[in-house]
């Protein structure tokens, strides 16, 4: 569904490599790799937002449609979730639904100020969701959340996936226990100019625990 062959980025200094990989229906990538690495750096090249890299170089964006969460909500703060719902193409009750799909049910008319952090994310997430999208971009989903709100939005974010199986999503996360519940495939980027070091299909619970042991022994060996 989608073909990355993104033949570098920088700014001043080279920060992204030649990226070359593929996306299928269903995939759900979880993004691991060290921090300021070039993680978002990637997932804003997928999305198209970073405009000097070229079209062609992710094949098959333009068929699809994307939801991307940010690390921020970014919601238009003077309009109501309702409302942000709507300028993102869904109905009124459509944005109504996709918002009680997120545990938001009856707070189409808040501002996005009146939410606390992990209400906003939610939020956001819905937004992502009144797109209808076909790929999920997800930059840091959990972060700054506490355990117990990570936790419910891990949980959250399975079942959308489960329910709509044949939606990509590529999550961008610095925990290798996100991946273990989101993720069907692992891509570690490391190196500068930064590459895809792995590109792995998590088919059993053993080649996940390896995957794992890998990740850990380099956290281990860069602290
Ligand atoms: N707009 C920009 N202008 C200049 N440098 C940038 C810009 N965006 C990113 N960079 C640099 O590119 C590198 C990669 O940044 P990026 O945010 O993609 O890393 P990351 O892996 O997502 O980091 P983290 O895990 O800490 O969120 C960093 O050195 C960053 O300073």
Request: charged share 25%; with cysteine.
């Amino acid at each position: 569904m989608l073909e990355l062959r993104i033949a570098g980025r920088d700014f001043g200094q080279p920060v992204l490599g030649e990226i070359f990989a593929t996306v299928e229906k269903g995939d759900r990538i979880c993004l691991l790799g060290p921090s300021g690495i070039g993680k978002t750096t990637l997932l804003n090249a997928i999305a198209g937002l970073d405009k000097t890299i070229p079209q062609e170089a992710v094949i098959g964006r333009d068929k699809l449609r994307v939801g991307y969460l940010f690390q921020e909500h970014r919601l238009l703060p003077w309009r109501t979730l309702s409302a942000n719902l709507q300028l993102a193409g869904a109905t009124p009750q459509e944005a109504e639904n996709h918002l009680a799909s997120v545990g938001l049910k009856g707070y189409g008319h808040y501002l996005p100020d009146q939410l606390s952090l992990g209400m906003a994310r939610r939020a956001a997430l819905a937004r992502c969701l009144a797109v209808k999208p076909d790929l999920l971009l997800l930059d840091e989903p959990f972060a700054s959340l506490d355990p117990v709100m990570a936790g419910e939005l891990k949980t959250l974010i399975a079942g959308i996936l489960d329910a709509n199986p044949s939606m990509a999503m590529i999550c961008v996360t610095h925990d290798g226990g996100d991946a273990e519940i989101l993720a069907n495939r692992l891509w570690y980027l490391d190196g500068k100019p930064a590459r895809l070091q792995w590109d792995d299909v998590v088919g059993e619970a053993g080649l996940i625990d390896g995957l794992l042991g890998r990740l850990r022994r380099l956290e281990l060996a860069d602290s």
